[in-house]
């Protein structure tokens, strides 16, 4: 069974850094693209990026470019989406999900985790 | 950016409506466009991908269809579990944007 499991709850101040995780179990991580999705509170998705662990390719948003860095570790099945200094403005609730592709060719996500609540606040 | 105007962003409707929730992109995108359902404090679910291929599972009360730059969300038979959020996903171009998100009322 494919599951993505995110990291916990993170409360930090402003101009903290923060590495939050998404474990995938039931396929090799290297095998899709993995995405980030940030929802802040009340609002809509909006995609932050995407990361293929095969080969590390990595695409950003623009509107997240040079904030925010996705990477993996394929040795334990893992991607990361980390901040060198937070802003208040980041608080809100981020979601991994796992790239497919259909037959004949249109990319959606089927698989998300289950969120991780960022919140920060002085 | 390929913006995704989805809309209305709200709709109030009663169980047993039929309703239509449309997304245009700025831009050609094919097919490649998603629908999915939000419910309060959970992930995204999909439902529709490729504009019109019901994802396996999803009612088939759910349907949608178009092709290019206009697509819509069909609910045939609103049953009471479909009051909640619903957003289309371009996945043609990079970054793969979301529309605003529609409020399913009762």
């Known amino acids: 069974e494919v599951q993505l499991v995110q990291s916990g709850a993170e409360v930090k101040n402003p101009g903290?850094?923060?590495k939050i995780s998404c474990r995938a179990s039931g396929y090799s991580l290297t095998s899709y693209w993995i995405a980030w999705v940030r929802q802040m509170p009340g609002k809509g998705l909006e995609w932050v990026g995407i990361m293929y662990p095969g080969d590390s390719e990595t695409r950003y948003s623009p509107s997240f470019q040079g904030h925010v860095t996705i990477s993996a570790d394929r040795s334990i099945n893992t991607a990361f989406l980390q901040w060198d200094s937070?802003?208040?403005?980041?608080?809100?609730?981020?979601?991994?999900?796992?790239?497919?592709?259909?037959?004949?060719?249109?990319?959606?996500?089927?698989?998300?985790?289950?969120?991780?609540?960022?919140?920060v606040s002085s | 950016?390929?913006?995704?105007?989805?809309?209305?962003?709200?709709?109030?409707?009663?169980?047993?409506?039929?309703?239509?929730?449309?997304?245009?992109?700025?831009?050609?995108?094919?097919?490649?466009?998603?629908?999915?359902?939000?419910k309060?404090?959970?992930?995204?679910?999909?439902?529709?991908?490729?504009a019109s291929t019901l994802q396996s599972g999803v009612p088939?009360?759910?349907?949608?269809?178009?092709?290019?730059?206009?697509?819509?969300l069909t609910i045939s038979s609103l049953q009471p579990e479909d009051f909640v959020s619903y957003y289309c996903q371009q996945t043609y171009s990079i970054p793969q944007t979301f529309g605003q998100g529609t409020k399913m009322e009762i």
């Open chain 2, 60 to 72: 088939s009360r759910f349907s949608g269809s178009g092709s290019g730059t206009d697509f819509t």
């Open chain 1, 86 to 119: 937070l802003k208040a403005s980041d608080t809100a609730t981020y979601y991994c999900t796992r790239r497919e592709v259909a037959t004949r060719g249109p990319y959606y996500f089927h698989y998300w985790g289950q969120g991780t609540l960022v919140t």
């Open chain 1, 16 to 18: 903290d850094s923060l």
């Open chain 2, 1 to 38: 950016d390929t913006q995704m105007t989805q809309s209305p962003s709200s709709l109030s409707a009663s169980v047993g409506d039929r309703v239509t929730i449309t997304c245009r992109a700025s831009q050609f995108i094919s097919n490649y466009l998603n629908w999915y359902q939000q």
């Open chain 2, 40 to 50: 309060p404090g959970k992930a995204p679910k999909l439902l529709i991908y490729g």
